[in-house]
């Protein structure tokens, strides 16, 4: 823990924060850190996309497993791309243990985006992943680790468990992680496991532990975690309601503006002075993305702070061009605005939507979607009456929901964030060769001071942009 970032690049899913902004920022002696949300769906649309420039067939070549990476290369690469009208592949969605094509995907995907980002330099890369989204953890990390990730940041949640995964597959270890499944009764088998040599083509030696971050919104969240995890916590990314993404509800009883916003108070105010008592190095981020900001948190005694919404509109992000573009017109013009929308992400938590022509954030584009779910990673484990564990969505079709035992007023708002968000990454999937799937666009409450990276008379900027202006002002 010599040498801590003083500012982290915040992960960005789906595939915003991809390994080229990571990159970029590590080489710059801060923090880059990849998004670890769905890359098994990133990297098998990059392949169908012809793997442009080259990097995947790079990174599929410095592989351990080789017949795992052939395999899979020889499934998915589409010389030259797929037709424009062609629909992407469907690969099977996550379950409990498996299914094992998508456990292998999840492995060289993460392995590929972290090895990508750490090429080139000897800094650290960091990787993020949403703790809600379960299912996908053990074999995910496996391969984060496999490419020698140095971070591993986890909000969304109360990644409590994840510590002793870190520490077991230093050795290629078996791991578990307790699945949360709705209705469970004591006795039900809940805990997912991984074992590292069931994949494993050869021995391998000893992989580095990445420093664990849990990336939280309160203090007594942090003493548990130091308190109660299943090993090493390292610090703490404080991030408040103001910060793009999905943001953790505000305590209390639910109280909302006149938009229909949810409201934060006293109680969501995180107290810096029981943070500075844990004696660990933490991060403050949401709208910390200034110099005087980071000189705030400085003397708040923070290590530094994390930044999402100015590195999303960097040239390196892996935002959809036409989106960034617009953002920053709208935010030049002084009109980027930010909805907390308290119900469109089907995961339950408050997400953070850039209000955006010809994104879902307009309710005719949000309407005209017909309900499909077909990538399903924020599905909800639940217990069927026969005591199996399966898996629901309330934005897949209503009836679909509610024959899993699931309440029709969860149905309510609710958008299929995960094909928007592959699709403002740049992968819309296509139905029957004409309906393209819209995006959707989060950015924090600062989406409009984005322009003031902007270098004079600029239509774009780069993460060496911001990192110099957040240093040096
Ligand atoms: C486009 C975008 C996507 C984000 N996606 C994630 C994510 O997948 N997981 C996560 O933990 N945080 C996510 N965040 C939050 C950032 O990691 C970071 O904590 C936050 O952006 C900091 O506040 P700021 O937006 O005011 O800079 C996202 C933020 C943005 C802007």
Redesign the pocket.
């Known amino acids: 823990m010599s040498n801590l970032p003083v500012i982290i690049q ?4 789906v595939g ?1 924060s991809n390994w080229r902004l990571a990159q970029a920022v590590s080489r710059l002696g801060q923090l880059g850190v990849v ?1 670890g ?1 769905a890359l098994d769906q990133i990297m098998v649309r990059r392949l169908q996309d012809g793997d442009i420039g080259g990097h995947m067939r790079r990174a599929f070549d410095q592989f351990p497993f080789r017949r795992m990476a052939e395999r899979i290369w020889e499934k998915y690469f589409i010389p030259g791309g797929k037709a424009e009208s062609q629909s992407y592949p469907t690969i099977p969605m996550h379950t409990k243990d498996g299914p094992p094509e998508t456990r292998e995907l999840c492995i060289l995907s993460n392995f590929v985006e972290v090895f990508l980002a750490r090429e080139g330099h000897s800094n650290p890369v960091g990787i ?1 992943y ?1 703790e809600k989204i379960q299912t996908p953890h053990l074999a995910s990390i496996y391969g984060a680790m496999l490419a020698g990730v140095g971070y591993v ?1 986890m ?2 949640g109360i990644p409590m468990r994840i510590p002793a995964v870190l520490d077991h597959y230093v050795q290629h270890e078996p791991a578990s992680y307790p699945l949360y499944v709705a209705g469970a009764k004591e006795g039900d088998d809940t805990t997912m496991s991984f074992d590292p040599r069931e994949h494993m083509e050869g021995e391998a030696g000893p992989l580095q532990r990445p420093v664990f971050l849990p ?1 939280i919104a309160s203090n007594t969240l942090a003493l548990t975690m130091v308190k109660k995890a299943n090993g090493r916590v390292d610090g703490f ?1 404080i ?1 408040g309601p ?5 943001n953790a509800p505000p305590r209390g009883k639910l109280q909302l503006n006149e938009a229909g916003e949810p409201q934060y108070g006293e109680r969501d105010v995180v107290d810096l002075a029981k943070m500075r008592e844990l004696g660990l190095p933490f991060w403050l ?5 200034s110099p005087e900001r980071l000189k705030e948190a400085l003397a708040e005694g923070a290590a530094g702070i ?5 590195f ?1 509109f960097t040239e390196e992000s892996g ?1 959809r061009e036409d989106y960034k573009r617009t953002v920053l017109e709208q935010a030049k013009e002084g009109k980027a605005r930010v909805f907390t929308d308290r119900l469109v992400s089907p995961s339950g938590f408050p997400f953070k939507v850039a209000q955006v022509k010809g994104t879902i954030s307009e309710a005719e584009v949000f309407q005209a979607r017909p309900r499909i779910c077909d990538l399903g990673y924020l599905r909800e484990a639940y217990r069927t009456p026969e005591g199996t564990v399966d898996f629901r969505c309330p934005s897949e079709p209503v009836t679909v929901y509610v024959a899993k035992g699931g309440k029709v007023e969860e149905t309510e708002g609710r958008a299929c964030i995960c094909n928007a968000l592959m699709a403002t990454a740049g992968h819309p999937q296509v139905r029957n060769a004409k309906r393209v799937e819209s995006g959707i666009i ?5 989406i409009g001071e984005v322009a003031e990276f902007l270098p004079e008379g600029g239509s774009s900027y780069t993460a060496a942009d911001v990192v110099g202006r957040l240093l040096n002002g």
């Open positions: 915040g992960g960005m899913g915003v998004s949300t993020n949403l940041l909000g969304a990336i990314v991030e103001t910060a793009g993404g999905h981020a949401g709208s910390y993305g994390q930044v999402g919404t100015a999303a935002l989060t950015s924090g409450d600062a």
